[in-house]
């Protein structure tokens, strides 16, 4: 009869080396944390998840920025893409599981030891030398792809919420000219009232007034309805739900060119993530192809078996002594044309990348010469309006007011001199908006935060 203890025995054997053969395929899980969250580590210690909801905004774009970047789910679902990429690593170096194998006699061999009763083995596959280490690498480089993918996206959530943010100003900016727009006109009125009393206006005149009045003063709706619409957007771009907080927009826009040169705007285009990305896709290709070929040749196989000895019948030397095989082998590479077009096409898609890459480049710099001639347009616009045009249209219309104030000038002269001069200050307001809009286009582009200098 076999013995129990025996059996215990040789069963933890195995165990101890399937466990050994288990553990050398372990790998440490590598990680390449997003630059743009490099400074939120509970981003990488649980899953992301919107915060608290935004209820008392202060109305500063960095405020903002700031509920975006933690609440958006575009900047969301790409940190969860990288982190779907950085752990699929350790499966790609992982060896093959090792097999348990058991084997009972049902027809016992009898040798001079005893018979043989049952046999038990382990064995462990073995990929061709550099297949794991090169499949490790294709996803490490798509983990990197990945991660410039979340840094991107965080590019691409600023841009859009400094976008919707200067059109809510913009609203608000015009809202608040035309106002003071409605003030004037409505004091002018006032004056001339009180010179059709003494005969010295006509009734034409307070028509002409009171008629400028009532369509201006359509611009109050309308501008309600515009910031409606305005605040919806930059509530979706921030990804806030609360439809019933008011969201002003308090920065006023910022002011001058960049202190970078074109040559330095461009280089730093050049590193965008979005450019960047595709360049680990290519060298991921690459070690995909290596792996690949690695499949035409062979895996090896070793194991080794015990085989049971029950007592022999006669009391000999080495009684019931068990049988330890040790065994290897090779596969068969027989389809090696199939792992040959396997490899071909992660080189086809190596180069595709590559060539995207080239397009990129190209598109970037068409794009930062885009932005930088909207921030400099813009800039040359506001300091004309501002050194210009909207001194002498202030004191064309004091020139005018004054000379109405002693006869010498017309009502219809007054309101063509304040349309002008209200005219002005909103395409100021405009220019002001778009250069902040393209100044945000501009740090997109080249994927940073640029500092301004004199114009």
């Keep these: 009869m076999l013995?129990?203890?025996?059996?215990?025995?040789?069963?933890?054997?195995?165990?101890?080396?399937?466990?050994?053969?288990?553990c050398s395929s372990d790998t440490q899980i590598g990680s390449t944390l997003p630059k743009s969250l490099s400074g939120q580590t509970d981003w990488t210690t649980s899953k992301a998840a919107p915060t608290s909801e935004l209820t008392a905004p202060s109305g500063t774009l960095a405020q903002y920025l700031?509920?975006?970047?933690?609440?958006?789910?575009?900047?969301?679902?790409a940190f969860e893409t990288w982190r779907s990429v950085r752990l699929r690593r350790s499966s790609a170096s992982r060896l093959p599981e090792p097999v348990i194998s058991f084997g009972y006699y049902l027809r016992s061999v009898e040798t001079k030891v005893g018979p043989q009763l049952y046999k038990i083995g382990v064995s462990q596959a073995f990929p061709w030398p550099g297949k794991l280490e090169s499949a490790e690498n294709a996803v490490a480089e798509k983990a990197k792809a990945a991660a410039l993918m979340v840094d991107a996206k965080v590019l691409d959530v600023k841009r859009n919420v400094a976008m919707a943010y200067w059109d809510l100003w913009l609203i608000g900016e015009q809202h608040k000219l035309k106002t003071e727009h409605d003030a004037i006109l409505e004091a002018l009125a006032?004056?001339?009232?009180?010179?059709?009393?003494?005969?010295?206006?006509?009734?034409?005149?307070?028509?002409?007034?009171?008629?400028?009045?009532?369509?201006?003063?359509?611009?109050r709706e309308q501008h309600k309805e515009a910031a409606i619409k305005a605040s919806a957007i930059l509530r979706s771009v921030i990804g806030s739900s609360r439809a019933d907080v008011n969201l002003p927009a308090t920065d006023l826009p910022p002011f001058g060119v960049p202190k970078a040169s074109a040559s330095q705007l461009i280089a730093m285009s050049r590193k965008h993530p979005m450019i960047?990305?595709?360049?680990?896709?290519?060298?991921?290709?690459?070690?995909?192809?290596?792996?690949?070929?690695?499949?035409?040749?062979?895996?090896?196989?070793v194991g080794i078996n015990l085989i049971g000895?029950?007592?022999?019948?006669?009391?000999?030397?080495?009684?019931?002594?068990?049988?330890?095989?040790?065994?290897?082998?090779?596969?068969?590479?027989?389809?090696?044309?199939?792992?040959?077009?396997?490899?071909?096409?992660?080189?086809?898609?190596?180069?595709?990348?590559?060539a995207t890459l080239e397009a990129g480049i190209r598109q970037s710099e068409a794009m930062l010469e885009s932005a930088l001639s909207d921030v400099r347009d813009a800039q040359r616009k506001i300091e004309l309006y501002d050194k210009t045009l909207i001194p002498q249209a202030e004191s064309t219309f004091e020139a005018v007011l004054g000379g109405y104030q002693i006869g010498r000038s017309t009502v219809a002269a007054v309101i063509i001199a304040q349309r002008d001069l209200i005219e002005l200050r909103l395409d100021r307001a405009l220019a002001r908006a778009r250069r902040a809009k393209s100044w945000a286009t501009l740090e997109f582009v080249v994927g940073q935060e640029l500092d301004t200098g004199a114009p």
């Design 3 to 22: 013995n129990v203890f025996r059996l215990y025995k040789r069963a933890a054997l195995f165990a101890a080396l399937s466990a050994t053969i288990s």
């Design 66 to 77: 700031a509920f975006a970047l933690s609440n958006s789910p575009e900047t969301r679902a």
């Design 190 to 219: 006032g004056a001339v009232r009180g010179r059709l009393q003494v005969g010295t206006a006509t009734l034409a005149d307070l028509n002409q007034i009171d008629l400028k009045i009532a369509r201006h003063h359509d611009h």
């Design 276 to 301: 960047q990305k595709f360049s680990h896709l290519a060298s991921s290709e690459e070690h995909r192809a290596q792996a690949k070929r690695a499949d035409r040749y062979p895996r090896f196989k």
């Design 309 to 354: 000895t029950g007592e022999a019948s006669n009391a000999v030397e080495d009684s019931g002594k068990d049988a330890l095989v040790i065994s290897a082998g090779l596969s068969l590479p027989l389809w090696g044309s199939s792992y040959g077009d396997a490899a071909e096409s992660a080189i086809a898609a190596s180069l595709s990348h590559e």
